[in-house]
């Protein structure tokens, strides 16, 4: 069955200092990973993806993850925090040989960067 | 730019009532689902459609029915609804198959029901 652990409920980091979300999953065959970001009282927002290929994957707002297969991970990372990207971040996986419509969504990380 | 909506931001019900949230998104996307989220679960489907008229189970769909008779248009119904589906409530949409492509969110109805 696929699965997603984001270990961390809340991550704290100072403006300007890099950050790491975690997230690890659990997928029989490859899997398509994504991340994405909500703001308060919004509906989430997409941050970027990884289906294939280099496994370092950038996206929206400054945001990179990569994909490690070995250690079944897919950790989100920004180089220099801005108070902005404070927000509630979710990490998702598919399962292609499922269809790909089912999405399975960690349980979310809030990260808060103060100034 | 993708635009998903949602009737709604906020409704409050009572317990028992018949409640409809609709959902309407204006890139031509086959695909539409409806999550609902609480803290600490994360989002988790409830109904999903790949096409006019079809509709498939998630993962808790129970008291909850789905409607989609327009291609835009994805309508999720609460029969009689229950303190515990007190909760936000989030609809996507996406193009095609396979499991690639970026779902769009709404920006979520928050449910009360007393």
């Known amino acids: 069955a696929q699965s997603v652990a984001q270990p961390e409920d809340q991550v704290n980091v100072a403006e300007g200092n890099p950050l790491t979300v975690k997230c690890t999953y659990s997928v029989s065959g490859n899997p398509y990973l994504f991340w994405y970001v909500q703001y308060p009282n919004r509906g989430l927002q997409f941050l970027l993806k990884y289906i294939t290929g280099d496994n370092l994957v950038k996206g929206s707002y400054g945001f990179e993850a990569e994909f490690n297969k070995s250690q079944t991970s897919f950790h989100l990372k920004k180089p220099s925090a801005l108070v902005s990207d404070s927000a509630l971040y979710f990490c998702?996986?598919?399962?292609?040989?499922?269809?790909?419509?089912?999405?399975?969504f960690g349980a979310g990380t809030r990260l808060f960067v103060k100034a | 730019d993708v635009k998903v909506t949602q009737s709604s931001r906020y409704l409050v019900k009572r317990t028992g009532e018949k409640v409809f949230l609709e959902c309407v998104q204006d890139m031509d996307h086959e695909n539409m689902f409806w999550y609902r989220q609480d803290p600490g679960l994360g989002l988790r489907l409830i109904y999903f459609?790949?096409?006019?008229?079809?509709?498939e189970k998630g993962d808790i769909p129970e008291g909850y029915s789905v409607s989609r008779e327009k291609k835009e248009r994805f309508s999720l119904i609460l029969e009689s609804a229950s303190t515990n589906q007190t909760s936000m409530y989030l609809c996507a949409s996406n193009t095609g198959g396979g499991g690639q492509h970026t779902q769009y969110f709404g920006p979520g109805t928050r449910l009360t029901v007393l």
């Open positions: 459609s790949y096409d006019v008229k079809m509709k």
């Open positions: 998702a996986v598919r399962d292609p040989l499922g269809g790909g419509f089912k999405t399975i």
